[in-house]
């Protein structure tokens, strides 16, 4: 098992900025992917940004240019940086990893962390 607490939440204005961590701990070897999910009221929980454990990033087309996938392999730790906030980015953010095992994906999520962007 891989648990994932995430920190860093909050409340900002807009145009301000925030760092998200999320740190794993448990069975973390062989962690692959980790990111960030989030989701809104009534709406799907929506890609964010992931970041493989060799380094590649991907990231939804509202927050390019915006926010900054990260990770700290020794540390199994991954932070968003979010830049520019605007009030449609206001949600829960949640911590996700997953493993590889057997030809078996494992998925794991955070409790969620509230972001909310005022204008």
């Known amino acids: 098992q891989v648990q994932l607490v995430e920190s860093g939440g909050g409340l900002v204005q807009a145009g301000g900025s925030l760092r998200l961590s999320c740190a794993a701990s448990?069975?973390?070897?062989?962690?692959?992917?980790m990111g960030w999910y989030r989701q809104t009221p009534g709406k799907q929980r929506e890609l964010v940004a992931t970041i493989t454990s060799g380094g590649r990033t991907n990231y939804a087309d509202s927050v390019k240019g915006r926010f900054t996938i990260s990770r700290d392999n020794a540390k199994n730790t991954v932070y968003l940086q979010m830049n520019s906030l605007k009030p449609e980015d206001t949600a829960v953010y949640s911590c996700?990893?997953?493993?590889?095992?057997?030809?078996?994906?494992?998925?794991?999520w955070g409790q969620g962390t509230q972001v909310t962007v005022s204008s």
């Open positions: 448990g069975s973390v070897f062989s962690i692959n992917a």
């Open positions: 996700y990893a997953d493993k590889l095992r057997g030809g078996v994906r494992y998925d794991y």
